[in-house]
Nanobody, 124 residues
Framework: QVQLVESGGGLVQTGESLRLSCVVS????????MAWFRQAPGKAREFIAG????????WYGDSVKGRSTISRDKFKNTMYLHMHSLQPEDTAVYYC?????????????????WGQGTQVTVSS
């Protein structure tokens, strides 16, 4: 059973940066891709960034493109999301997820396992 645990969320000021971490355990050898999503109150879950394990190719959502970086440390089974120039509209619960299907997707519905989420609040 794959388990994901996020950390690194919190309260930051507009313009600041933060790094989220996601530790993955159990059954990691079958993971094809890893991704970050976020969900603000009353809104749909939004794709933020994704990484394909086979070649480290990355994808980003339009709302964070240019100010976010997804990366992983395969030896620590940990995925990271570094965000800078944070804005109040970035306030949301951030989730990490993994996909065992061999076709990368930005759709939340295809991801098999999810973390519990970590709250990020950006104050103005």
């Amino acid at each position: 059973q794959v388990q994901l645990v996020e950390s690194g969320g919190g309260l930051v000021q507009t313009g600041e940066s933060l790094r989220l971490s996601c530790v993955v355990s159990g059954g990691t050898s079958n993971i094809y891709a890893m991704a970050w999503f976020r969900q603000a109150p009353g809104k749909a879950r939004e794709f933020i960034a994704g990484l394909r394990n086979s070649d480290n190719n990355t994808w980003y959502g339009d709302s964070v493109k240019g100010r976010s970086t997804i990366s992983r440390d395969k030896f620590k089974n940990t995925m990271y999301l570094h965000m800078h120039s944070l804005q109040p509209e970035d306030t949301a619960v951030y989730y990490c997820a993994v996909d065992r299907n061999p076709l990368f997707s930005k759709a939340a519905s295809v991801y098999d396992y999810w973390g519990q989420g970590t709250q990020v609040t950006v104050s103005s």
